[in-house]
């Protein structure tokens, strides 16, 4: 209910530049087309699960702290034609942080998964309405970096680290909302599609999941 009341929210906020935008259809210059373009995106997931949990057992007291998901992360794209882009993208899908004190010592345990991503967008200028809503499609594919570490103190201190690379890909459809020539705002939903790690990072092997996030973008050049 809350990321459904959120997507709401941010959709009304966007109808007063998108009546703006619209009045910018006269311009030579006008936003219907990206060709030769920058684009820069921060993105923010909306399929997050945040969760911090405390246990105190006989043994001890364990602390956790995650994120799953795709939590969020950065992009670029250049704008090669006037409607295809090429981009690349990193962000983080799952953090985890724990700590475990019992009688023999403190163990903390760090994970977390990075895609690093290169793809193409489509984003056909035919089908913009009012110069405003703008949607689009992309694939991206590459590695997706695992990484895990251990400490554990007590009467000695041991250190075990663990790296590992997943190949995955990412299937997406959205609709930006063109607010003037130079901002955008993005709403859109996807799927990562990932191999198996061979040990476990974090609490899982695999990590596809689908994806629905927000995005700002910076258009420039051209």
């Known amino acids: ?27 030579p210059k006008s936003t219907r087309t990206f060709l030769n373009k920058h684009r820069i995106d921060l ?16 043994a ?19 704008y090669a034609s ?3 882009g090429l981009g690349v993208s990193v962000g983080v899908m799952d953090a985890d942080a724990t700590t475990s004190v019992t009688g ?8 977390s998964v990075v895609p690093l991503l ?24 590459g590695p997706y970096f695992g990484t895990a570490s251990n400490v554990r103190s007590g009467l000695t201190t041991s250190t075990e680290s663990l790296t590992e690379t997943a190949i ?3 299937f997406a459809i959205g609709v930006d909302f063109l607010l003037g020539r130079f901002v955008a705002l993005g709403v859109g939903g996807g799927y990562h599609l990932v191999s ?21 973008g910076f258009i420039f050049g051209g």
């Open 104 to 111: 023999t010592g403190t163990s903390v345990e760090a994970a």
């Open 60 to 78: 001890g007291t364990t602390t956790r702290g995650d994120a799953n998901g795709v939590v969020g992360g950065v992009a670029y794209t250049y």
């Open 196 to 216: 198996d790690f061979d040990n476990r990072i974090g609490s899982e092997k695999n990590y596809s999941s689908p994806e629905f996030a927000l995005s700002l």
């Open 1 to 27: 209910m809350n990321t459904t009341r959120m997507v709401l929210a941010c959709l009304m906020l966007t109808i007063p530049f998108a009546g703006s935008a619209r009045g910018e259809d006269a311009s």
């Open 118 to 141: 290169f793809g193409v967008k489509y984003q056909p200028a035919l089908f913009t309405v009012g110069e405003a809503l703008r949607p689009y499609a992309s694939i991206s594919a």
């Open 82 to 84: 006037r409607d295809f």
């Open 43 to 58: 993105n923010v997931s909306l399929l997050s699960e945040i969760n911090a949990t405390s246990e105190v057992t006989f």
């Open 168 to 170: 995955g890909a990412r």
